[in-house]
């Protein structure tokens, strides 16, 4: 999961409105979200490590990660960082903090987000530091929390137009997928600087990204109402940009 827009109690029948992306390689095994028959958890699959990206459970716990880009300090014999969502998944927060605070030099840096939707936070394993989020809107990508990195100000700013353009009590799904397919690459001089090539940075700069090598995979609109009910809509990719699969899920917390 490479970017993630969050609406905290902004809309005023959906208090919870996530817009997310996953960006990998596309030759990286995936099988689709789904409900794992082995649990509660709807998610997609990394068929290669086995962990996942990003999910929830029927009880409405969310969990979504995010790596550090720090090319320079990548260790590949550490553990698989999929491997968190799932933890985080099954554990109350309390727990998931202790373990994150004694166990996350185990993997290689990452942000991840989770909590029964209602009550999110996010875990930085590079500053050690965990923050709530808080009312308002938030971005998440490979750097911090809410770094002003050109793609992560681009879709904040267009999340917030789009809740304020939607009449009161309805809200434009197809709206929200579209500012996820924004492909506009950020100018040179705004490029952030995080160790990878220029060619890359600039590649990657966009908030949806096309190329034959590596790209958004997926797409996910999740969003909780005010009676707690949890809509999930799911798009995934090819390496053209094309969607291949679009499904819907939902959970209902009053059942």
Not at 66 to 72: C, E, G, I, S, V
Not at 100 to 129: E, I
Not at 214 to 235: E, H, L, P, S, V
Request: net charge negative; hydrophobic share 35%; glycine share 6%.
């Amino acid at each position: 999961m490479c970017i993630l827009f969050f609406a905290i109690k902004q809309h005023p029948k959906y208090p919870v409105i996530i817009c997310a992306n996953r960006d990998e390689f596309h030759q990286r095994p995936t099988q689709a979200m789904h409900w794992w028959s082995d649990n509660d958890i709807l998610a997609g699959k990394d068929l290669q490590a086995g962990g996942t990206w990003l999910g929830l459970t029927t009880r409405g716990r969310f969990s979504a990660l995010t790596n550090f880009r720090q090319p320079h300090l990548l260790d590949k014999h550490k553990q698989s960082r999929g491997d968190l969502v799932l933890q985080a998944l099954d554990k109350q927060n309390s727990e998931m903090t202790e373990q994150l605070t004694n166990t996350s030099n185990q993997y290689n840096g990452f942000n991840l987000v989770y909590g029964q939707l209602n009550n999110l936070v996010c875990f930085d394993s590079v500053s050690q530091q965990q923050r709530a989020l808080s009312v308002g809107f938030h971005s998440l990508c490979n750097g911090a929390l809410d770094d002003i990195w050109p793609k992560m100000a681009l879709g904040q700013t267009q999340l917030a137009n789009a809740i304020n353009t939607f009449p009161e009590q309805s809200l434009d799904i197809d709206e929200l997928f579209n500012l996820m397919l924004n492909a506009q690459q950020a100018k040179t001089q705004h490029l952030p600087k995080t160790g990878v090539p220029l060619d890359w940075e600039q590649l990657l700069s966009s908030i949806f990204i096309i190329s034959p090598e590596y790209g958004t995979r997926t797409t996910n609109i999740i969003t909780q109402d005010n009676d707690g009910n949890i809509a999930i809509y799911d798009r995934s990719f090819d390496e053209q940009g094309k969607c291949i699969n679009e499904q819907q899920f939902s959970i209902n917390q009053c059942d």
